[in-house]
């Protein structure tokens, strides 16, 4: 059975609406550099896309929004209140969708979200999962950077490294996680414009690869021995029979063309993106792709894949 993010249907998905807080009526010109956001955004149009997003999302899984689990909770308020990157909760921990009963709860390096993991703790522990690593000293992890995907049954965990996450949280998950939980962890060193691995890259069905031209530059697998070996990324995947379907790395900085929600059984949500390369993702993944309009929600350097966090058991 084939347990990766891509062909499994989760049962829910960890949101956080915009309007669950004022935090995005803060944002002006003087804090774009801070949140890592291109430009302000309008915030009613936010909320307005942002539903947009729930109504496909409720087609399939659950919703499921921080503020139904934790509202009340001090720390959730002030962080719904003043952190408009909460809405990116993605970043703040991993699911596995093998281990549908367990997470990881990440370490951002922007010290702005440092907050998030702890608040998103609270809420998957009062959901019943319970958390398998703990991170320290130079491992910084956000969740953008994991994917978890199966290949010749063998469960792999993707990590990018590059703007945000580091090598030594890659090599914690190794530590951690293998063999019980994980069986490889490919690390893949990318291009620092391209904030997560999810900003330029994703892995659909069929032995598709979507990634920004120019991506990677090294990377490692670490095998079931936790041993440590030197990999070209794209190489190493082409080896193993991927197709690789490019866009151009400005189209997936500033349109997150890459940024896809699987949703299970070939279906896909993403934001706007030209009709030829949709036809091109959906022949040669054999999936379909629901197409909204998210240019406000990008302003704020998110797509789809980075406001949802899939979760794999019901309630």
Not at 71 to 97: K, Q, V
Not at 294 to 312: D, F, N, Q
């Amino acid at each position: 059975m084939d347990s990766s993010e891509f062909s499994t249907r989760p049962a829910r998905v960890l949101m956080h609406h915009p309007s669950h807080g004022a935090s995005l009526h803060s944002v002006t010109a003087e804090h774009l550099s801070a949140l890592n956001f291109f430009e302000v955004p309008e915030a009613q149009a936010v909320c307005t896309q942002y539903d947009g997003l729930v109504a496909a999302i409720t087609q399939y899984a659950e919703p499921v929004f921080l503020r139904d689990i934790l509202g009340g909770d001090a720390g959730y308020e002030a962080e719904a209140g003043g952190n408009p990157n909460l809405i990116f909760t993605r970043d703040s921990s991993i699911t596995l969708p093998w281990a549908p009963r367990h997470f990881i709860a990440t370490r951002p390096f922007l010290k702005g979200r440092a907050n998030e993991p702890t608040i998103v703790r609270r809420a998957l522990e009062k959901l019943g999962l319970t958390n398998l690593v703990e991170l320290e000293g130079d491992e910084y992890l956000e969740g953008g950077d994991v994917l978890p995907i199966m290949d010749a049954g063998k469960r792999i965990l993707l990590v990018g490294f590059g703007a945000r996450t580091t090598k030594g949280a890659a090599i914690r998950l190794a530590l951690d996680l293998i063999p019980r939980h994980v069986d490889q962890i490919i690390g893949l060193s990318h291009d620092h414009d391209l904030l997560h691995l999810d900003t330029g890259f994703t892995v659909l069905p069929n032995r598709t690869i979507f990634a920004a031209a120019g991506m990677f530059t090294t990377g490692f697998l670490i095998d079931e021995t936790r041993a440590l070996r030197p990999v070209n990324p794209i190489g190493f995947a082409e080896e193993l029979g991927f197709n690789i379907l490019r866009c151009a790395k400005f189209e997936a900085i500033a349109h997150e063309r890459c940024n896809m929600l699987p949703l299970g059984d070939g279906r896909y949500v993403a934001f706007d993106m030209p009709s030829d390369m949709r036809r091109a993702l959906e022949d040669a993944a054999g999936i379909s792709v629901t197409c909204l309009d998210g240019s406000e929600i990008a302003k704020a350097a998110g797509g789809v894949h980075c406001l949802t966090r899939p979760l794999y058991c019901g309630s």
